[in-house]
């Protein structure tokens, strides 16, 4: 049974960094396809970023330049490194593991951007 746990979450002003890291304990994790997934409320889900097996990563538009990605394999670890963060990044972000018709879900950490 896999596991994604998500920390790191928390309060933080406008214009602050914060880093939340997801675990997968127990898994091959070098060969899964990692993403970060970020839900306010009122909306829809949507796609953060993403590092494939190989490290490539993709994000969007509202977070490039911001936002880092990245992939610790002997750790089974992916961290969401953001900074210069915005109200509007206020919301749950998941982790998502996927690869090989599987997909995996963190239980959410939440991330506040206010004064």
């Known amino acids: 049974q896999v596991q994604l746990v998500e920390s790191g979450g928390g309060l933080v002003q406008p214009g602050g960094s914060l880093r939340v890291s997801c675990a997968a304990p127990?898994?091959?994790?070098?060969?899964?396809?990692m993403a970060w997934y970020r839900q306010a409320p009122g909306k829809q889900r949507e796609l953060v970023a993403s590092?494939?097996?190989?490290?490539?990563?993709n994000y969007v538009d509202s977070v490039k330049g911001r936002f880092t990605i990245s992939r610790d394999n002997a750790k089974n670890t992916v961290y969401l490194q953001m900074n210069s963060l915005k109200p509007e990044d206020t919301a749950v972000y998941f982790c998502?593991?996927?690869?090989?018709?599987?997909?995996?879900w963190g239980k959410g950490t939440l991330v506040t951007v206010s004064s």
């Open positions: 127990g898994t091959i994790f070098g060969i899964y396809n």
């Open positions: 998502n593991m996927y690869n090989y018709g599987r997909s995996y």
């Open positions: 590092t494939t097996s190989g490290s490539s990563t």
